[in-house]
């Protein structure tokens, strides 16, 4: 990707066009990664929450289980004391409310990095972009003007 | 004549034989992502099982059941596994050199058979021109 730019000024107007066609393409995937990844991090942040409210309640809490969106199914807390994760690859671990919410907010962290890390990709390939659409329109007035 | 249609025939197969190699080095491309993605997700477990250590049980989905594990056997399982997927990883990329020199080697053939055909058509205008 870097030799990208080297070789801009032998393209021809409409092997920039491709180019161009295909870097707007990649930035439109990056950006609905972007959003992917900020509904995960959301995602996390409220399971954090969850098990925060957790640490509050005290075992035997009656409560309403929502069995879908309208029936819910009365039980009670069994327990207060520790949460199952799930890890990835099918894995599950169980740790205590600390281990959980330690967990949760860790995922964030890492969610919010790499969503930074994807916006200075996005960034990078806008401004590839912008060069290939100048130098675009500079080859096409250039042919304008000769003919 | 004839040997222009020979030339072009030749030309139709190099270029099949160089697309052949373009879908092999895809194929290489869609495999190597997927290792990639695996070796990702199971590095991620792996950190997490040492971070619980022997403590706190670990539970495998083995289809929809989950199911006790032995901790110690469950990071070895994922060692493995992440072993594994390093072996695939390097396999693909010796792959993916062979087929680009490969590739490399059929583009220059190509293009030098191109030349040759348009030899061969200067050759023949001249021919027409003078008779």
Redesign the interface.
């Not at chain 1, 969106?69 to 690859?89: A, D, F, K, P, R």
């Not at chain 2, 250590?53 to 670990?58: L, N, P, R, S």
């Not at chain 2, 190509?110 to 200067?122: D, F, G, H, V, Y």
């Given at each position: 990707m870097a030799g990208e730019s080297v070789g801009l000024d032998s393209l021809g107007p409409q092997e920039l066009a491709e180019v161009g066609k295909q870097l707007e393409g990649e930035i439109n995937g990056f950006i609905q990664n972007a959003l992917t990844l900020q509904q995960t991090a959301g995602k996390f942040a409220a399971a954090g929450q969850s098990v925060e409210y957790l640490q509050g309640q005290k075992k035997g809490q009656p409560l309403l289980l929502p069995l879908t969106e309208s029936l819910y199914v009365s039980g009670t807390l069994e327990s207060v004391e520790s949460v199952?994760?799930e890890?990835?690859?099918?894995?599950?671990?169980?740790?205590d409310l600390e281990?959980g919410i330690d967990?949760c907010r860790r995922k964030v962290l890492l969610v919010r990095d790499k969503t930074e890390q994807l916006s200075q990709l996005i960034k990078s390939r806008q401004t590839a972009l912008a060069q290939v659409n100048a130098l675009l329109e500079q080859k096409v007035g250039g042919q304008a003007g000769q003919a | 004549m004839d040997r222009a249609n020979a030339l072009q025939r030749e030309l139709r197969e190099e270029a099949d034989a160089f697309q052949a190699i373009q879908q092999d080095v895809n194929k290489n491309h869609n495999a190597r992502q997927q290792f990639l993605q695996?070796q990702n997700?199971?590095e991620?477990?792996f950190k997490?099982?040492e971070i619980?250590g022997e403590e706190?049980?670990?539970?495998?989905?083995?289809g929809p059941a989950?199911v006790r594990?032995d901790a110690l056997e469950?990071r070895a399982n994922?060692k493995k596994?992440l072993e594994f997927i390093a072996s695939e990883l390097a396999r693909l990329d010796s792959q993916l050199k062979a087929l680009e020199e490969k590739q490399t080697r059929k583009h220059n053939q190509a293009s030098m058979m191109i030349k040759l055909q348009q030899e061969a058509q200067r050759l023949q205008q001249q021919a027409v021109q003078t008779a």
């Amino acid at each position: 990707m870097a030799g990208e730019s080297v070789g801009l000024d032998s393209l021809g107007p409409q092997e920039l066009a491709e180019v161009g066609k295909q870097l707007e393409g990649e930035i439109n995937g990056f950006i609905q990664n972007a959003l992917t990844l900020q509904q995960t991090a959301g995602k996390f942040a409220a399971a954090g929450q969850s098990v925060e409210y957790l640490q509050g309640q005290k075992k035997g809490q009656p409560l309403l289980l929502p069995l879908t969106e309208s029936l819910y199914v009365s039980g009670t807390l069994e327990s207060v004391e520790s949460v199952l994760l799930e890890i990835g690859t099918g894995y599950f671990v169980e740790r205590d409310l600390e281990g959980g919410i330690d967990y949760c907010r860790r995922k964030v962290l890492l969610v919010r990095d790499k969503t930074e890390q994807l916006s200075q990709l996005i960034k990078s390939r806008q401004t590839a972009l912008a060069q290939v659409n100048a130098l675009l329109e500079q080859k096409v007035g250039g042919q304008a003007g000769q003919a | 004549m004839d040997r222009a249609n020979a030339l072009q025939r030749e030309l139709r197969e190099e270029a099949d034989a160089f697309q052949a190699i373009q879908q092999d080095v895809n194929k290489n491309h869609n495999a190597r992502q997927q290792f990639l993605q695996q070796q990702n997700e199971n590095e991620m477990v792996f950190k997490e099982l040492e971070i619980s250590g022997e403590e706190g049980a670990v539970y495998k989905l083995i289809g929809p059941a989950l199911v006790r594990q032995d901790a110690l056997e469950a990071r070895a399982n994922v060692k493995k596994r992440l072993e594994f997927i390093a072996s695939e990883l390097a396999r693909l990329d010796s792959q993916l050199k062979a087929l680009e020199e490969k590739q490399t080697r059929k583009h220059n053939q190509a293009s030098m058979m191109i030349k040759l055909q348009q030899e061969a058509q200067r050759l023949q205008q001249q021919a027409v021109q003078t008779a």
